[in-house]
């Protein structure tokens, strides 16, 4: 099993966007579990599951509630969803107050590591404990990054938590919601892949199809399977597979 967390320390650069549309596409070759460690529960919402964490997320942390007891099966294929609910708002609090107080998502994942191939981390933005058990408990952490000269700046911030991280694992970034009609999102889709390695050549364009999972609750490939916003998040799922050696296991069913 391989874990992927979806991290930056910025709020609405596309993660949770990442996050559903690249377990949809995980789902077709293995077998996959998003777990959504966001309160705001946006990828619990977007995959149509019911945000609710029996006995909270407090006792799944420490040991009390099975996590699968609290995984829940999706519409598609291969893919669960392990929901937020409105206890993850102290999951902070959680996680500070239990012992090894930043491997306790790793922990937690230890359990189905037979169940699942992959693991995706829907995180939230920050660098709080959640964010410090995501990247304990990943293999490879992937960055969205705004298409702006301060993504610059996001992502020299998120390397370095990577870099102190007690078990940093590998990371790539790609540029997120382009508008290739603004020169500045075009300068800076072209430049950062070139001047920094750690930025594959790789872009997400801002589109009204991607804008629309909000209303139709699914993953694009679904609705608009067409798209080039489609076909990117299925090159995503190509570079994750190869940089985490994700081995594709049974499929179910
Ligand atoms: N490429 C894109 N084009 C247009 N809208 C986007 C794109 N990516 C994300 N969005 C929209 O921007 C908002 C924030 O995206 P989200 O994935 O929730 O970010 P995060 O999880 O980083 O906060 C959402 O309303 C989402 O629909
Ligand atoms: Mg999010």
């Not at 609405?12 to 966001?38: F, M, P, Q, Y």
């Not at 500070?96 to 922990?107: C, E, M, V, W």
Request: charged letters at 25%.
């Amino acid at each position: 099993m391989k874990t992927v967390a979806i991290y930056s320390t910025k709020g609405g650069v596309g993660k949770t966007t990442t996050a559903v549309n690249l377990a949809w596409e995980a789902s077709h070759e293995c077998r996959v579990l998003l777990w959504d460690l966001d309160p705001q529960g946006a990828a619990t919402y977007l995959l149509n599951v019911k945000a609710k964490v029996k006995g909270g997320v407090d006792s799944l942390i420490r040991g009390k509630s099975h996590v699968d007891a609290v995984i829940r099966p999706t519409a598609y294929k291969n893919l669960d969803v392990l929901p937020a609910d409105d206890t993850y708002r102290n999951l902070d609090l959680f996680l500070d107050s239990a012992k090894k107080s930043t491997q306790r998502i790793a922990k937690v994942l230890e359990s189905v590591s037979n169940q699942y191939d992959v693991v995706i981390l829907d995180c939230p933005p920050g660098a709080s404990l959640v964010a410090e058990n995501a990247l304990h408990a990943a293999d490879l952490a992937v960055v969205p990054l705004g298409p702006s000269p301060l993504s610059l700046r996001s992502l020299a911030q998120v390397n370095e938590i990577i870099a102190a991280s007690d078990r940093p694992p590998k990371v790539f970034a790609f540029l997120s919601m382009v508008d290739r009609r603004k020169l500045v999102h075009r300068f800076t889709a072209e430049a950062l892949p070139r001047e920094h390695p750690e930025v594959i050549d790789l872009v997400v364009p801002a589109t009204v199809v991607i804008e629309r999972m909000g209303t139709e609750r699914a993953p694009i490939g679904t609705y608009a399977p067409n798209t080039e916003a489609a076909q990117v998040f299925a090159q995503l799922w190509g570079h994750v597979r190869a940089s985490s050696k994700v081995k594709l296991g049974a499929r179910r069913g």
